[in-house]
């Protein structure tokens, strides 16, 4: 472990170096960020300009859903997103050779060699506007409450990653996977919305086969509290370990059919 973590905080140093080496991009990528997340909350303050509830959630609930929704996509951009995304050009390039020769867990380089730091100053925003709406709710969660909901929101984000990480890892198959994994990024805003307003086959689909509804629903329900049986916990938990065991098979199965595209 001890490795591992020294190994990780390299990483870290040659991310921030990089970021450092480009901080336009860095900047005006924290702004453009913060600009989307400002049109979502408008857009639903818009609404909420014409009726106190949707599928029986308010105004301020709806508010803390879209921030626990913004928190939990930008900490999987800081720590994921570039590296799934960038798989693909490691096995076109034959890359991915180098990774794989290193004596360390060749999915935790590939996972994590990268590191958005910009997601982080995004995530700290989504905080603030969860802890904004709580005290417009009048809400005072004690320290149970507020670890659950943070242990949720690292399932949450295990969950993406695993489902993520298989997409990418159809780059074995195919020339370029980037296609398929902004795919399933942009299927994020589903997330923003009350699992409440979805019925029949849609609602089904986003929760079990793409569990994008109770990523950011359950923690929320847990501090609102809105949480009507805690088996909406126990599918979130269990649908992340499924997942990331899933995740786990298929990397091996990848791996077993790389031919090396540098040889």
């Not at 991310?15 to 913060?34: A, M, P, Q, Y």
């Not at 890359?95 to 290193?102: G, P, Q, R, S």
């Not at 005072?140 to 993520?164: D, Q």
């Not at 929320?220 to 065991?245: D, G, N, Q």
């Amino acid at each position: 472990m001890k490795r591992y973590l020294s190994i990780y905080a390299a990483l870290w140093k040659n991310s921030v170096t990089r970021e450092l080496t480009f901080k336009t991009n860095f900047l005006l990528w924290i702004v453009v960020e913060l600009l989307w997340f400002s049109l979502q909350l408008t857009f639903f303050n818009v609404i909420y300009l014409h009726t106190d509830h949707i599928a029986g959630w308010t105004r301020w609930e709806v508010v803390m859903l879209i921030g626990t929704s913004h928190l939990i996509q930008q900490l999987f951009q800081s720590f994921f997103l570039i590296n799934c995304m960038n798989l693909s050009d490691l096995v076109r390039t034959g890359k991915l050779d180098f990774l794989l020769l290193l004596p360390v867990n060749s999915r935790f380089v590939i996972s994590l060699r990268q590191v958005d730091l910009g997601g982080f100053v995004n995530a700290s925003t989504a905080v603030a506007v969860i802890i904004f709406a709580a005290a417009k709710m009048g809400l005072k969660p004690g320290a149970g409450e507020i670890a659950g909901f943070v242990a949720l929101v690292l399932v949450g984000i295990t969950l993406h990653y695993s489902l993520m990480f298989i997409l990418a890892s159809i780059s074995f198959w195919t020339v370029r996977a980037q296609g398929i994994v902004w795919g399933y990024y942009n299927l994020f805003q589903v997330a923003r919305m009350p699992d409440a307003a979805f019925q029949g086959t849609f609602r089904a689909f986003f929760t079990f086969v793409i569990p994008m509804l109770l990523v950011s629903n359950v923690p929320v329900k847990l501090l609102t509290p809105k949480l009507s049986s805690p088996l909406e916990i126990f599918c979130l938990v269990l649908l992340a370990a499924f997942a990331f065991i899933a995740s786990e098979i298929f990397w091996r199965f990848s791996l077993r059919r790389y031919t090396s595209a540098s040889s």
